[in-house]
T-cell receptor
Framework: QKEVEQDPGPLSVPEGAIVSLNCTYSNSAFQYFMWYRQYSRKGPELLMYTYSSGNKEDGRFTAQVDKSSKYISLFIRDSQPSDSATYLCAMSSYTGGFKTIFGAGTRLFVKA | DVKVTQSSRYLVKRTGEKVFLECVQDMDHENMFWYRQDPGLGLRLIYFSYDVKMKEKGDIPEGYSVSREKKERFSLILESASTNQTSMYLC???????????FGPGTRLTVL
């Protein structure tokens, strides 16, 4: 079993839809939870990160962490064609040193 | 803005060749990382460095080595390239641990 599971998609939605992207994980020691966006032929870029449980909002993006369920989510409101990309979840723990575990990524298409 | 640059976007090499991939960051980050990214497998850590001349093995170091002679530069070396090293190679840097890494654009390496 992988430490981090993420549905690869593809997920296709119409412009303006609310998008929900999710990851599950097995290591209860994870404390830092991140979402990266990767456009085609580019490197990942950090969208948001949260520490421990709870919600964090940044513009149209909201990250949620439920440590009791070992489940994290990224919501995108009013999705735009420019949001079409692969979204990677990632997580790390202090005790894990410098290692971050990445999900395989979910490919999102937002249709105009 | 943090900038991480990689020496080549695309590279084609032959089996058995020694390959050098270079990465430079301009934000005075202590930590630098090398990953490879393969479809369905996500990002896998090859090596990381938390200080000049310091390096640590990641999850898949076999067949690779690294060099960090200066703080801003982290090189990945494929000692004798093999076809199973055909992949996208991503370099990243971070200020604090492995949280919030900044990635370069990637080098797509093909080994024939």
């Amino acid at each position: 079993q992988k430490e981090v599971e993420q549905d690869p998609g593809p997920l296709s939605v119409p412009e303006g839809a609310i998008v929900s992207l999710n990851c599950t994980y097995s290591n209860s020691a994870f404390q830092y939870f991140m979402w990266y966006r990767q456009y085609s032929r580019k490197g990942p870029e950090l969208l948001m990160y949260t520490y421990s449980s709870g919600n964090k909002e940044d513009g149209r993006f909201t990250a949620q962490v439920d440590k009791s369920s070992k489940y994290i989510s990224l919501f995108i409101r009013d999705s735009q064609p420019s949001d079409s990309a692969t979204y990677l979840c990632a997580m790390s723990s202090y005790t894990g040193g410098f290692k971050t575990i990445f999900g395989a990524g979910t490919r999102l298409f937002v249709k105009a | 803005d943090v900038k991480v640059t990689q020496s080549s976007r695309y590279l084609v090499k032959r089996t058995g060749e020694k390959v050098f991939l270079e990465c430079v960051q301009d934000m005075d980050h202590e930590n630098m990382f090398w990953y490879r990214q393969d479809p369905g497998l996500g990002l896998r850590l090859i090596y990381f460095s938390y200080d000049v001349k310091m390096k640590e093995k990641g999850d898949i170091p076999e067949g690779y080595s690294v060099s960090r002679e200066k703080k801003e530069r982290f090189s990945l070396i494929l000692e004798s390239a093999s076809t199973n090293q055909t992949s996208m190679y991503l370099c990243a840097s971070s200020l604090s641990g492995s949280v919030g890494q900044f990635f370069g654009p990637g080098t797509r390496l093909t080994v024939l």
